[in-house]
């Protein structure tokens, strides 16, 4: 019974493979998890952000949620040992090393977890985050509870990194096309200029930027705007009377 | 990414003391024997990395007549960008004057797009208005490749043979990892500043002629007072219906040989 909900968990995790997904969600949703299949009281995610600033980002209680902001505003915890690390971190009594994580130790026995355990989420040398999970008992975490974690912090890791390539590519892919897109414009601009105003396509450039700068308008903006027939640029397009 | 992730990096050459962009490989032979090559060809001309070497060394690797690049434009055809001779630069012209082709169906499919053979049949019924002009030409092998990151494709690399017979395994894996490269050095223009990109990407004489052909399908916008849309299509049509060059039909356009008002007899022909 036991084995097919770990294995239904890693089924959803796989959803982080597939594009649309909402990683919030599927993160909130392994805390959770884990305090059902694990034999643990609270499961706790952050994750690092673009700026390298961690972030709690799930939580399965209130109370794991504070630790984890606790941590990060702090500087000081399991999670973010094993973060800077890339290892496993654990604790299986806090209150007999009150000196590892002072201000950690203190919160957590005040919230009523006595154990700790932190698993990192880690693909090779990149290490984006961690996990934490709480027992309000005393004493270590079995090792095979240890090694689920694990591989659930594994392939969510996966799916993340995953969705950040496709999203750096996607950006990049609509920087070039826009690169691309505003040359051509400015080109057919340069054309349907020349055109109206019975001009070259060189002069027409040059009534182009003026514009642009007078009017204090991206030159791709009005170029896009002569292109499209905009009324707002007629001032330009329309050819003056001699 | 896999073995043969090939990275781009600016270095100091100590000597001169000019910033040089050169092409790096971080794995696998093949991306090292292929790097070098294209390194080689930039350093013999003085220059930094331009897609004008990836193609010329590609073209050497697997011994073909020609290579163009092309990138995605915003009529979902390929602009073409760079082509490594005169036979290539029409080839890629005439895809975009048929709106068909090996690269414009790779672009629309995100897969290489081989064809070996085209005289034979398959390439007949696939292309019936590109494999003849094709053939015509002395192209009768055609390979290309999108450029793709993840799920998008932002351009295609085509290579031309002379002769009917496929790409061997090596050559296959070449045009793979050359495909690679041009979409590294894609990327970083990207990342540049303006004047590097332009450097980088968009600063050959073939490339300057189809600045003209988007000038022309301006003119001919405003000449009908149409959409670009239409108006491309009708500078389409005029090349293929009267057999000449689109590029040359740009030209004669932003000279004013060629008008396609409303009166003119030019017009009186459907699209096709």
């Not at chain 1, 001009?199 to 514009?211: C, D, M, N, Q």
């Not at chain 1, 009324?231 to 001699?242: E, F």
Request: hydrophobic fraction near 45%.
């Amino acid at each position: 019974m036991l084995d097919r909900q770990i294995t239904q968990t890693f089924v959803e995790l796989a959803d982080t493979l597939v594009v649309g997904f909402d990683i919030i969600e599927i993160l909130q949703t392994l805390t959770e998890r884990c305090v059902d299949l694990l034999d643990v009281d609270a499961a706790g995610i952050l994750l690092v952000d673009a700026r390298g600033t961690l972030q709690m980002v799930a939580a399965s209680t209130e109370q794991a949620r504070l630790l984890e902001l606790f941590q990060v505003q702090d500087e000081d915890g399991p999670c973010l040992d094993c973060f800077h690390t890339g290892e496993q971190v654990a604790c299986a009594d806090l209150t007999t090393e009150p000196q590892r994580w002072p201000r950690f130790a203190a919160v957590a026995r005040e919230r009523g977890f006595a154990a700790v355990q932190a698993v990192p989420l880690r693909l090779r040398d990149q290490v984006i985050g961690a996990m934490n999970l709480f027992r309000a008992e005393a004493g270590a975490i079995p090792a095979d509870t240890i090694a689920v974690a694990q591989s659930f912090a594994d392939v969510a890791t996966i799916g993340i990194l995953n969705m950040r390539a496709l999203a750096r590519s996607e950006q990049v892919a609509e920087q070039l096309q826009i690169a691309l897109t505003s040359r051509i414009v400015i080109e057919q601009a340069k054309g349907a200029l020349a055109e109206r105003r019975k001009v070259s396509v060189g002069e027409a450039f040059t009534l182009l930027r003026a514009y642009a700068r007078s009017h204090s308008r991206p030159l791709t903006d009005v170029a896009r705007a002569v292109v499209n027939r905009d009324p707002t640029v007629a001032d330009l397009t329309l050819r003056k009377p001699r | 990414m896999a073995a043969g992730v090939i990275k781009a990096g600016v270095t100091k050459d100590c000597a001169t003391a000019i910033p040089r962009r050169r092409v790096a490989a971080v794995s696998s032979d093949r991306a090292v024997r292929i790097a070098a090559a294209i390194n080689g060809l930039a350093q013999a001309e003085g220059v930094p990395v331009s897609i004008r070497h990836v193609s010329q060394a590609c073209a050497d690797a697997v011994d073909a007549v020609g290579v163009a690049v092309y990138l995605i434009s915003e009529f979902g055809l390929g602009e073409p960008l760079y082509a490594t001779d005169p036979v290539s630069e029409h080839i890629t012209e005439l895809q975009v004057t048929l709106g068909e082709g090996p690269a414009t169906m790779a672009l629309e499919e995100h897969r290489p797009i081989l064809e070996p053979d085209m005289t034979g049949v398959h390439a007949q019924r696939t292309w019936p208005l590109f494999g003849p002009e094709s053939v015509a030409d002395g192209v009768l092998g055609v390979f290309a490749f999108p450029l793709t990151m993840g799920a998008i494709a932002v351009g295609a690399l085509e290579i031309y043979r002379p002769r009917t017979g496929p790409l061997s395994a090596t050559e296959l894996d070449d045009a793979f990892v050359f495909s690679d490269m041009a979409m590294q050095l894609i990327l970083d223009a990207v990342d540049d500043d303006p004047a590097m990109m332009e450097a980088t990407l968009l600063a050959s004489d073939f490339g300057l002629r189809w600045a003209e052909l988007h000038q022309a399908v301006g003119m001919v916008s405003a000449q009908l007072d149409s959409e670009v849309t239409t108006a491309f299509l009708r500078l389409r049509a005029h090349a293929f219906r009267t057999g000449r060059r689109l590029l040359s039909v740009a030209d004669d356009v932003v000279n004013g040989r060629l008008r396609f008002d409303e009166e003119s007899s030019d017009d009186s022909e459907p699209t096709p």
